[in-house]
């Protein structure tokens, strides 16, 4: 409980650059790069050392009052434990280097200073959500990384398809957002609080004279909350927004659909996974979902064509490898293969950045023998893809050993296979992606490739190097440190290193890459033969599994027919009421019209008339001649002495 | 003596029917100017009546001050206004029916009045004849204050004739 | 008294009636002048009359009369003058054509 300043710092400094971007960007210019790059880094030179006390053993959680919800206390606070500082540690390093890389990218941008302003409320959220230690500010973070995706995905708003991809990913993981939300409203329901550690405490059963626990209630949350997970970490059935999103800037990709944002939804299951060994039954559907995904994207990836397309199945793939692992109870394969995964996957976006920067086209069948002419890039890019594909000694091969040897050594022999055949799948994709790319000769002649500046290479060195080592931690070098470190928060299962597993993942990791060699390289129509043998199989992967068409037919159309079948319902039956109403308005308008100029108007202007005619009658008496009042005069005179005499 | 009075009273009642005669023209000739000869007349035959009545200073008042100057005055203002071409001009109003009616009512009444009525007639007040000494007495002695009022209204009225007839000078507000 | 005072009375009520009657019919402004001072002739008529049968100073009657007739003068004067002025403002002295007062 030392040092509680710096914590709350390291999101609100990317906050404050993203309110002086978004305000100031015009004036600033390219300067709202700098500002953003150093608000990023110094988050990181906060975070740094504190991860360093937290790998050391300590513990940092901070909270204060927001507000009373009845006599519960709503709490905002941070908590800095290993699985947060794992995350806080690979968040800042790789959102700084991303960024650094994207100063390049998006360099001579008309919306360069806007790009900066959402990268960094992106840091902001990103870092909040890390380091939160509740729900609710979980599921705020979450919800602002949510519109940032979103406005990221749309940065070229003028393109239809990054307009639509933009629509479709907001749409897409908002259905996993209200389940979440609904998730872990549930879960308050249930034992009455949202802080991590009081859940975790509740859930183990050390806290004292807990109530007994709704098991039911508990599972319905734990389900609601992964469909959260779902979402955002573009799990099957919801993972069609991933590879859309790669409408946005490639930096964006790297940032938030590889690296961080997609795996938060991993972190999610992370944070609360005393929720989801609390509860039965939640774990195997977690591990169904995982394997399928990790499967069903990855033989997808086989046949696509965009790169970053190939990458994003690729992350989709990768972060059901991490589900699977959580699923099967593995806290820490799960969680090592996020951090490690995430330094690689930057890379290969990047890369591919850099490869589009260099040649301007996307799809790699117009790429080609780029080695020479991009030879950071491609070295970097091949580093990337040996740790994806899990070659010892680089990253990937121990974070993925270890979700391997947690399935197989948990019992799960069929999880085991199919994780296998994925790897395996990741291999061969890969490769055929890196030997079309940068091998062979360019197929395009309209496509000349030059090498990125030094600001776009100079981040992609970093991440090989963080590529190369982030594993060691995790390998038994070291003696699984990682895996400890995290079981140290949580006592979760541990498993003796396996050399059979080990062998397993690296004969299927050679065995892809050799298959891609003789099919790309050499025996070039091999390919199309076994595209042609498998035709259905081929199709299959190649329109990714008629996901997208499926839901346009079943969900899309008959929620278009629903809307219009509703706007008829409106047009004639709400409108029509409307209109009849201002009809019946009008109607009873004219008939008072009606009376008021006939009867009210009427019988003013018959006063009017009435005393006229009067007035006309008695007129008369005043001529106006003084002879006429005189003979008035003179008859009067006569009636007088009329009755004077008493003549009548 | 007998037959001189029935003379003097057959002049008299002559007289009076030829003033009602002129009188009668004064109010219905269509030329002004003749109503104002048929005033003239009028105005003499009532001066002759005046002798007639011992009144004889009155008769030479009204010779002079009537025919002499008043009959003047309106005939010139005749002269001044009237075009004697418009001789076609009708010159009475539409109530002249009504007026005769109500006028002959009232005559009838009062005439009947009259003649009902016992007038007291004293020998010495018929026989008595006022001298214009005594005229001039009363005016000076036992009516001068009536006498200087009118001085007064005569000298009002004439200014004030003047003022009203006089032409506006150029400059001045006419209306 | 050759003749009888009714017999003056009456010629004067009828002299006074027929000024009365010229008032209220002439139309032309002069000519309603020229009927007030029948009238008043009529009215003159009658004080010198009633001077004759009443026992107060023969006098008393002629005094009245000759007032009477200073007030005819100044009457004419005043009205001649005001119909001189109206005319050069009008160009009438008819008096249904006067009618600017009128409703």
């Known amino acids: ?648 | 003596m007998e037959t001189l009075e029935l003379f003097v009273r057959i002049g008299i009642y002559t007289l009076m029917a030829l003033v009602l005669v002129f009188a009668l023209g004064v109010v219905t000739l269509r030329n002004l100017f003749h109503c104002a000869l048929c005033l003239a007349a009028v105005l003499i035959g009532t001066a002759m009546l005046y002798v007639g009545l011992r009144a004889d200073f009155l008769a030479a008042v009204q010779i002079l001050i009537y025919v002499g100057a008043v009959m003047t005055l309106v005939i010139f203002v005749i002269m001044l206004t009237e075009h004697l071409g418009e001789k076609s001009i009708r010159q009475n109003n539409r109530q002249s029916p009504a007026a005769v009616i109500s006028l002959s009512g009232i005559v009838v009444l009062l005439a009947a009045l009259l003649l009902r009525t016992p007038w007291p007639v004293t020998d010495k007040a018929l026989q008595a004849k006022a001298s214009v000494m005594a005229l001039g007495k009363a005016l000076m002695g036992t009516y001068a204050f009536p006498f200087e009022v009118i001085s007064v209204i005569l000298i009002a009225c004439l200014i004030g004739a003047i003022a009203i007839a006089k032409k506006d000078l150029p400059g001045e507000d006419v209306s | 008294m050759i003749v009888p005072l009714q017999h003056i009375l009456i010629f004067s009520l009828l002299l006074f009636a027929i000024g009365l009657y010229g008032v209220l019919v002439r139309r032309n402004i002069i000519g309603i002048l020229i009927s007030i001072e029948l009238m008043l002739n009529a009215a003159n008529i009658n004080l010198i009359a009633f001077s004759k049968s009443t026992s107060l100073a023969p006098e008393t009657g002629q005094i009245f009369a000759i007032f009477v007739i200073a007030i005819a003068a100044t009457a004419a004067a005043v009205g001649l003058a005001i119909v001189l002025a109206l005319y050069r403002v009008r160009k009438t002295v008819y008096t249904d054509e006067v009618n600017l007062l009128k409703w």
């Open chain 1, 1 to 648: 409980m030392v040092a509680p300043l710096p914590v709350p710092l390291i999101p609100l400094l990317p906050l404050a650059a993203f309110v002086v971007n978004i305000l100031a960007g015009r004036w600033l210019k390219h300067r709202a790069a700098w500002l953003s790059v150093a608000t990023s880094s110094l988050a990181c030179a906060l975070a740094m050392p504190l991860c360093w006390k937290v790998f050391g053993g300590a513990h940092f959680a901070h909270q204060t009052t927001w507000l009373m919800l009845g006599d519960v206390p709503l709490q905002f606070g941070y908590l800095l434990d290993p699985l947060s500082s794992s995350l806080l540690f690979m968040v800042t390093i790789v959102g700084t280097l991303i960024q650094v890389y994207a100063m390049g990218y998006m360099h001579g941008d008309p919306l360069y200073s806007r790009f900066f302003a959402y990268v960094s409320l992106f840091m902001a959220a990103m870092l909040t959500l890390v380091i939160s230690n509740n729900f609710l500010l979980f599921f705020m973070a979450w919800e602002i990384m949510g519109l940032c995706s979103y406005l990221l995905i749309g940065f070229y708003f003028e393109k239809d398809s990054a307009a639509n991809a933009c629509k479709k990913a907001f749409l897409t993981t908002r259905v996993g957002d209200v389940g979440f939300l609904l998730g872990f409203l549930t879960l308050f329901a249930a034992i009455g609080t949202l802080n991590f550690q009081e859940m975790n405490a509740l859930l183990s059963g050390t806290a004292t004279g807990a109530a007994p626990l709704n098991t039911a209630m508990l599972s319905l949350a734990a389900l609601f909350i992964f469909c959260g997970t779902i979402g955002k970490s573009a799990q099957f059935p919801l993972h069609v927004w991933l590879p859309d999103a790669m409408e946005g800037p490639t930096p964006v990709s790297a940032l938030i659909h590889a690296a961080t944002m997609v795996a938060a939804g991993v972190f999610l299951v992370a944070r609360s996974f005393s929720l989801f060994t609390a509860v039965p039954g939640v774990l195997p559907a977690v591990t169904t979902i995982g394997t399928v995904t990790a499967l069903m994207a990855a033989f997808i990836a086989l046949t696509q064509h965009d790169i970053k397309r190939i990458l994003a199945y690729s992350t989709i793939s990768q972060l059901g490898y991490m589900v699977t692992a959580l699923g099967l109870s593995g806290l820490g394969a799960g969680t090592f293969h996020l951090i490690t995964h995430a330094f690689f996957k930057a890379l290969l976006f990047l890369g591919a950045g850099s490869v589009i920067h260099g040649t301007h086209v996307q799809d790699i069948r117009e790429m080609g023998g780029l080695f020479k002419k991009m030879p950071s890039t491609a070295i970097t890019f091949i580093v990337a893809s040996l740790a994806l594909a899990g070659v010892p000694p680089l990253s990937g091969f121990w974070s993925k050993d270890e979700i391997l040897l947690t399935a197989f050594a948990s019992g799960h022999l069929w999880v085991f296979g199919i994780l296998l055949l994925t790897a395996f799948m990741t291999a061969f994709y890969m490769f055929r992606l890196i030997f079309l790319t940068f091998f062979g000769t360019a197929r395009n002649p309209k496509v000349h490739a030059h090498e990125s500046p030094a600001l776009m290479t100079l981040p992609l060195w970093a991440l090989a190097v963080g590529s190369v080592v982030i594993g060691f931690p995790g390998s038994p070098f070291m003696h699984h440190w990682f895996q400890k470190f995290m079981a140290h928060a949580a006592h979760y299962p541990e498993y003796e290193p396996s050399l059979f597993v080990m062998g397993c993942s690296v004969a299927a990791a050679l065995a892809g890459i050799s298959l891609a060699g003789i099919f790309y390289l050499g025996q070039k129509n091999w390919a199309e033969n076994t595209a042609r043998a498998f035709r259905p199989l081929y199709l299959l992967s190649l329109n990714k599994f008629y996901v997208d068409e499926f839901y346009s037919a079943y969900i899309v159309k008959p929620f278009h027919a629903l809307g219009r079948a509703l706007f008829g319902f409106d047009e004639k039956v709400i409108d029509g009421a409307v209109n009849g109403t201002g009809h019946v308005t009008m109607l009873l308008s004219r008939i008072k019209n009606w009376i008021d100029i006939y009867i009210v108007d009427g019988f003013v202007n018959f006063t009017g008339a009435f005393t006229y005619f009067l007035n006309s009658l008695t007129r008369r008496l005043q001529t106006g001649f003084i002879q006429n009042y005189l003979l008035i005069v003179v008859v009067g005179v006569l009636v007088l002495l009329v009755f004077e005499l008493k003549l009548i």
